[in-house]
Structures are given as C-alpha cells and as structure tokens.
C-alpha cells in the first residue's frame, strides 16, 4: 500500500510525530514529506491513503497545510485519511481547551473542505530551545496557568508515544482489512 505521510511543523514536535507515524507503516511504501519540501507536483491522488499532521498555532494550523488540503481535497475525500491535529491543549482534559482544539479542527474542514476519515489529537512539546524571548514568556505562562511545570530551558514533550503507536496501529489496519473508518 502506498501511503503518504505529509506534515507542516513550526518547532520540530510534529516533524517527530510524523516520523513515527512513518516507522509504524512497516510494509508498506511510505512517502515522508515535510510540506515546506512538496514538490508542486505531490498529489494525493497518488497514494491510496494519506496521513497529513500538523499543528495548533493561534488557533490555526500552518497556512501550507490548509492551502494543501483545500486544493486537494477532492482526492482527499475519495480515500482513507487520517488528520493529525498537534496541540499543547491534547495534552490535558480540561473540557474548555478540547473544546478549543475540536472547534479547530472544524474550522480547518470547513476552510478546506477535506473530510478526514479519522482525526487524532495528539499532544505536542513545549519547545523552550527554539522560543525567541517573547515566546517564552508566552509558553511559561501559559503552562503556569495549566499548572505543568516547565524549565525555560529545557523542552517538555507531551506527546505519548504508546497511544500514537496504538492509534496509528489501528488505522493501519483499517487499512489492510479495508473496514469502514471512524473518528478517533
């Protein structure tokens, strides 16, 4: 099967979630792509899946990705996909923040109007050796009012491998057995 694992990463997290997601693929031929990378020929429709991460910022994902997903969301729609939406916000339960990060991943299908058969919520890193001075700030407040300690400098993964690896085990064999697909 082939498969195309696209990601857009602003830090480096989602870049190391989607290299994961890569060596879960085993048998498979996987196309690992950075989008900042794709060429303008990559089309989807190349593929018979996609996994396409990438991450929360401002209440955004990364403009590439969305470009990506609109212009392509025809073909996108016609096969098993899987989002992979990266937040700090994945990390807790608090019932405001995945309230924010669903409304997100709303607004991004609306905007693309890509329907993924399956969306994880994945938690990301706090990246304090890539902040400049004001994001740092920003970053250590917002973990002070989550109440997660944080070394400013340090990085603080978030991310829990053990569920990506059974959730990406799973749309695989989705997959293979061709079953329906359902959101996570």
């Known amino acids: ?27 498979d031929e996987v ?8 060429p303008d020929s990559l089309n989807p429709a190349q593929f018979d899946a996609a996994i396409i991460a990438a991450s929360i910022h401002m209440h955004r994902y990364q403009g590439t990705i969305t470009g990506f997903a609109r212009d392509h969301h ?8 899987l989002f992979i939406s990266v937040s700090l916000s994945a990390a807790g339960d608090d ?10 991943v709303e607004k991004f299908t609306v905007e693309t109007s890509w329907k993924p058969r399956q969306i994880l919520q994945v938690a990301g890193a706090f990246r304090f ?7 740092s700030w920003a970053m250590r407040r917002i973990a002070k009012d989550k109440k997660i300690k944080v070394n ?16 990406i085990q799973s749309f695989r064999a989705t997959l293979v057995s061709g079953a329906p697909h359902k959101a996570i």
């Open 1 to 27: 099967m082939k498969v195309l694992v696209l990601y857009a990463t602003t830090e480096g997290q989602t870049r190391r979630i989607a290299d994961a997601v890569a060596s879960q693929l085993q048998g």
């Open 31 to 38: 196309t690992l792509v950075d989008i900042v990378d794709a």
């Open 74 to 81: 025809a073909d996108l729609n016609q096969m098993p996909t």
């Open 95 to 104: 019932p405001e923040d995945l309230k924010g990060v669903a409304e997100c």
């Open 129 to 135: 050796t890539r902040y400049d001075f004001f994001k």
């Open 152 to 167: 400013p400098h340090e990085d603080l993964e978030l991310t829990d491998w053990s569920a990506l690896t059974r959730d």
